[in-house]
């Protein structure tokens, strides 16, 4: 397993999804707020800030998660990437990305040789349905990827009129 | 730009912007074609419509139905595009395991929030539309005449120039084999047949014959019943148990600490439900058997003197306005806790078989019921079936999904036998997720004229959003807690609303309407004292306060208060309220006619109540959902409130948390009022301006005025 912080993560995660709500500068009247959050984001939008023009391919990484959830509030989600882990070749990162959340990074993990494999297991906090995308880099530069279509029920009588 | 890899990436890539156009649009769904194979047995033309050679049109229904009536108003939409004729059709429930299937064909299948018509009638209608074009381009294949020389009505394709017809039971195999139309053009307004139409509702013969199948009549061979007990004490856990006295009694089959909560399973309900009662439960409650209700008010009002508050709207200075107004009112409003008390108590069958799962439950979220049963069970989801069923009441209580995990749980411990999951009346009131209690003080500001000039409204209570769903907050305000105060039509230059989020032990829900339950409440009431303080006619003082800004909320005002002959002499003794309010996409306003006897008794005359939902589908059921908000507010109104004492709620049935009589219902006169352009919804907004409109008549009649609900509290009961 990659040697990562989840708890960690996860508090970072909150403080910016807090900070995020502050930095998008509300108008002084708060709407009536839906169930979901955030504007869906293109996959361009999600992946050339870190992949930054290097070769892309959807091939090799493998999500294993449901298909719908009734909330959005602990979502299991596994990924793992076809990597032998050499000294030569293996993963360096893995990103696990939101279309939706007020954070698009939801996780970074920095992994290696050391780690003996390319996987990680963890549970997502989701704004709303969306597709998620993991993201991996290989020591060679290039990256690998692949999506997951992912639907969260709105269960509530919120009057997001 | 990131370099893609074409060959690997193009198709997913135009797949995600699809899909991403899709979901922002609100519409996730396509529509999905079955397997053409058996078009020539049961003709689908899309996912919503079958037709089959006998002329019946089968128009299958996504959401649930509990009582709200969209079963019959959503295929409405459908069939007036499709032109079918409505003695032909028939309804059907489209299910959660084939929306997932067909990866989300049916879109969003939850009955929650009055959206079922709003958000979903345009691919509702454009279901309809399309079959009707694929079933007039089959007409004119076999007629070999152009489309544009064909028409469609009451389920038949016509062709005027050669006076030749054909049903769309000898076209739907033809029709189901043609391409559907990328684009369709939906009717104008003005010519609907069966929008707009009040049509009864399609279950009501079923529901008065008693064939009506609720989740509690869930009936699998072989099926146990089960009868569960959780911990009194909010998120308590069970530390001991000792069910030795019951564990030989016959018909007991096992009983089950499962953590969080107690199971009997027995041949019968009544056997587990009595036999809990004797075994004893040792409960781990921690802190929380300390909580009471003077606890949680004594945090409310700390709220109020909270130094960082979330700042929920924030228009001009009302601060530097209230300073320098000529009069300035105070007040300070409450609501309780309420419990949905739904009469059809949480329920779920569920049967557990190898790696397959069977549920049969009440839901809302039929989506959230699978989704639940197979995180619970550790099954794939593919592997559940969940079979829809009516719900006997919902009001908000069976969207979340705490039950089915219960049921799905004993399941799982009894696998392979199905076991039948009922909560007793007293588990019901005391287990519920209750509508948030709520304190809220005004200060309204009046200026030489006896305009208002300024208002700040401060609400402390606890978030559903961030306690229930844990969903972020912006800028910290659960928009739910505040509602109808931060988007309050008045016009007003100085509106300030802040928000204290007061969280309990107490868990919290959607009930009924929400935040528009209560809130409507106190703006409504102050807007009142305002206007007595400026010395003007409560009509008159709203219409100048809303000003040309609203003027939808203006209308209606005016709709209702003109069907209330507002001004017009009353019977001595009698005196009228009024209020408007407005919430999830409609219009609503409110006269109440009242005397008040020295002895508190309300004698409620007439209750004229309206709505403006833009588009009224079915207007039969619109008048239902009026006439029932009446029925569910006065029951909260006048004795409605959970209160706390040793962590636990005190009230466990109907004789200490009260339901409105027959014998009490006041007349009702409805006001439909669609203006047209717009879809807003119905079952929750109804029942917003009721409670303010009646408490302004209470005090009309009495000159008390109320600030806090219930009515019982005040000393005051509902006269017959």
């Known amino acids: 397993m990659p040697q990562t912080s989840h708890q960690a993560r996860r508090r970072a995660w909150l403080r910016h999804s807090l900070g995020c709500w502050a930095a998008l500068g509300f108008a002084s009247q708060v709407k009536a707020q839906g169930m979901v959050s955030g504007k869906l984001l293109s996959l361009s939008q999600m992946l050339d800030p870190i992949v930054a023009g290097a070769k892309l391919v959807r091939a090799d990484v493998h999500i294993e998660t449901v298909i719908l959830a009734d909330n959005g509030l602990s979502v299991p989600f596994r990924v793992w990437v076809d990597s032998p882990m050499t000294a030569q070749n293996h993963v360096t990162h893995l990103w696990l990305l939101s279309q939706r959340n007020p954070v698009t990074v939801m996780a970074k993990a920095h992994l290696g040789p050391h780690s003996g494999r390319a996987e990680l297991s963890t549970r997502l906090r989701l704004a709303g349905g969306q597709q998620l995308v993991a993201l991996a880099r290989l020591s060679s530069g290039e990256f690998r990827y692949e999506l997951a279509d992912l639907i969260v029920t709105e269960a509530g009588c919120v009057d997001s009129s | ?720």
């Open chain 2, 1 to 720: 730009m990131t370099q893609l890899d074409t060959q690997s990436t193009g198709l997913a890539r135009r797949d995600f912007l699809k899909v991403s156009a899709t979901t922002a649009a609100g519409l996730s769904l396509g529509f999905y074609w079955p397997n053409r194979g058996d078009a020539a047995e049961t003709p689908k033309l899309n996912a919503w419509i079958e037709i089959q050679a006998d002329e019946t049109v089968i128009i299958r229904y996504a959401r649930a139905e509990m009582g709200q009536g969209s079963r019959t108003s959503a295929p409405m939409l459908v069939a007036d595009e499709l032109e079918a004729d409505w003695k032909k059709v028939r309804i059907e429930y489209a299910t959660a395991h084939e929306n997932l299937r067909t990866k989300r064909a049916y879109g969003d299948m939850a009955a929650v929030g009055s959206r079922t018509i709003r958000n979903s009638q345009e691919y509702l209608r454009k279901a309809g539309a399309t079959a009707r074009e694929m079933l007039i381009a089959a007409a004119a294949n076999q007629w070999g005449v152009p489309v544009s020389e064909c028409t469609a009505a009451l389920g038949k394709v016509h062709h005027a120039a050669s006076k030749r017809s054909l049903s769309y039971g000898k076209l739907a195999a033809a029709a189901a084999q043609l391409e559907a139309p990328k684009e369709v053009k939906l009717k104008d307004p003005k010519d609907w047949k069966i929008i707009g139409k009040p049509l009864p509702r399609v279950d009501i013969p079923d529901i008065v014959t008693g064939k009506i199948r609720y989740g509690i009549d869930a009936q699998v061979p072989g099926m146990m019943y089960a009868a569960v007990a959780a911990c009194p004490v909010f998120n308590g856990k069970v530390k001991a148990m000792d069910a030795s006295k019951v564990e030989n009694r016959r018909g007991i089959v096992k009983v089950l600490n499962l953590g969080e909560f107690v199971a009997v399973v027995a041949n019968n309900w009544w056997r587990a439900k009595e036999a809990l009662r004797e075994v004893a439960i040792d409960w781990e409650t921690g802190d929380h058997g300390q909580l009471n209700s003077a606890a949680i008010m004594a945090s409310f009002k700390a709220g109020m003197g909270q130094a960082e508050l979330a700042v929920a709207r924030d228009d001009g200075n009302t601060v530097q306005a209230l300073a320098s107004a000529d009069k300035v009112l105070e007040a300070e409003y409450y609501t309780p806790y309420l419990a949905h008390a739904t009469m059809e108590p949480m329920v779920c069958t569920a049967w557990l078989q190898g790696d397959k799962l069977d549920v049969w439950t009440s839901t809302q979220n039929p989506e959230g019921t699978l989704a639940v049963s197979a995180a619970t069970a550790g099954v794939a989801q593919d592997k559940v079936t969940v079979h829809p069923m009516q719900l006997g009441g919902g009001l908000g209580r069976k969207s979340p999904q705490d039950f089915t995990r219960q049921g799905v749980m004993i399941a799982k411990a009894m696998a392979g036998t199905p076991v039948k999951m009922v909560w007793s009346r007293e588990e019901d009131i005391q287990h519920d997720l209750y509508r948030p209690a709520s304190l809220v003080r005004f200060k309204g500001g009046l200026d030489k004229d006896g305009k208002l000039n300024a208002l700040h409204i401060r609400v402390s209570a606890p978030s559903i959003l961030a306690t229930l769903l844990r969903l972020p907050l912006p800028k910290g305000v659960d928009g739910q807690a505040v509602a109808s105060f931060n988007d309050h039509p008045y016009d007003i230059p100085n509106s300030l609303v802040d928000y204290a989020q007061r969280n309990s032990n107490v868990p919290v829900g959607f009930w009924r309407t929400v935040g528009h339950s209560q809130n409507p409440f106190m703006r409504e009431c102050f807007v009142d004292e305002l206007a007595l303080a400026a010395g003007k006619d409560p009509l008159a003082f709203r219409m100048a306060a809303l000003g040309q800004k609203s003027p939808r909320d203006m209308a209606i005002l005016q709709a209702v208060a003109k069907a209330a002959d507002w001004g017009g002499p009353l019977p001595k003794g009698v005196f009228r309220g009024i209020a408007e309010t407005e919430g999830y996409g409609s219009y609503t306003a409110c006269v109440c006619e009242v005397s008040v006897s020295d002895k508190g008794e309300v004698k409620i005359h007439r209750v004229v109540i309206g709505i403006d939902p833009g588009h009224a589908v079915n207007p039969d059921n619109i008048d239902a959902q009026l006439q029932g908000s009446v029925v569910h507010g006065l029951s909260a109104i006048f004795w409605g409130e959970m209160t706390v004492k040793d962590g636990r709620i005190e009230q466990s049935n109907f004789h200490d948390y009260r339901l409105m009589r027959l014998n009490e219902m006041p007349v009702v006169k409805t006001v439909i009022a669609p203006t047209g352009g717009f879809w807003g919804g119905v079952g929750e907004p109804t029942q917003a301006p009721l409670a303010p409109a009646l408490c302004n008549a209470i005090f009309a009649a009495s000159g008390k005025r109320v600030r806090s609900l219930p009515l019982k509290n005040h000393g005051m009961s509902l006269k017959a």
